[in-house]
């Protein structure tokens, strides 16, 4: 069975573009989630996606967003990137119910210059 | 508000010995989910036990085990027979708002495992 899929897993941008990054979730699995990993923050929760309808959002500007497809393979936008938003973004998918069955993807790294 | 705490940042561990990380938390939902996550350096969140609050055992998978107490709300995650694979970042989380998508995590717990 396939995990959960992040790509691209590397990447640098500079500051005032936009980056789209994608995640194919685990077979079966209707909720994908987005978190942001930086040193000085930590894991900080982006959004949740559960059957192509924003379920949860965490604190973070409107530059960042993020979509569901009817697949249920996600994507998050970052608009005007800034130099804070250099992190390791991970990706988890999971049935949607409260099973204790949320699987990470191995994440994006996003540098930006 | 939603909290976790982890308060050792770093510790050591003897290969083959056994070892606890600690992890205590703060929460106003009445039903919640607890998950202990390993990072190597590569980077990937690999997913190790979960407990809900609700189970009324504590929950177990091959090494691990969570030693869930729910009036001193703690959740310490006990690793036996230590491997010099178990060297990473170990997080807590507690869920949100009822869904388990939504997690928060504590700092993390850096574990160095020594031949």
């Known amino acids: 069975k396939a995990g959960v899929t992040q790509t691209p897993r590397y990447l640098i941008k500079t500051r005032g573009q936009q980056v789209t990054l994608s995640c194919s979730p685990i077979?079966?699995?209707?909720?994908v989630s987005w978190y942001q990993q930086t040193p000085g923050q930590g894991l900080q929760f982006l959004f949740e996606y559960f059957s192509e309808t924003q379920r949860n959002k965490g604190n973070f500007p409107g530059r960042f967003s993020g979509r569901q497809f009817s697949n249920s393979r996600s994507e998050m936008n970052v608009s005007t990137l800034e130099l804070g938003d250099s992190a390791l973004y991970l990706c988890?998918?999971?049935?949607?119910?409260?099973?204790?069955?949320?699987?990470f993807g191995e994440g994006s790294r996003l540098t930006v210059l | 508000a939603q909290k976790i705490t982890q308060t050792q940042p770093g510790m050591f561990v003897q290969e083959k010995e056994a070892v606890t990380l600690d992890c205590t938390y703060d929460?106003?939902?009445?039903?919640?989910?607890l998950f202990w996550y390993k990072q190597p350096s590569s980077g990937e969140m690999i997913f190790l036990i979960y407990?809900?609050?609700?189970?009324?055992q504590n929950a177990t998978e091959g090494r691990y085990s969570l030693n869930f107490q729910k009036a001193r709300k703690s959740a310490n995650l006990v690793i036996s027979a230590s491997q010099l694979g178990d060297s990473a970042m170990y997080f807590c989380a507690i869920t949100y708002g009822g869904s388990q998508g939504n997690l928060i995590f504590g700092k993390g717990t850096k574990l160095s495992v020594k031949p």
């Open positions: 929460t106003s939902d009445p039903s919640y989910g």
């Open positions: 407990q809900g609050s609700y189970d009324q």
């Open positions: 988890a998918s999971s049935k949607g119910q409260n099973t204790g069955e949320l699987f």
């Open positions: 077979s079966g699995h209707r909720s």
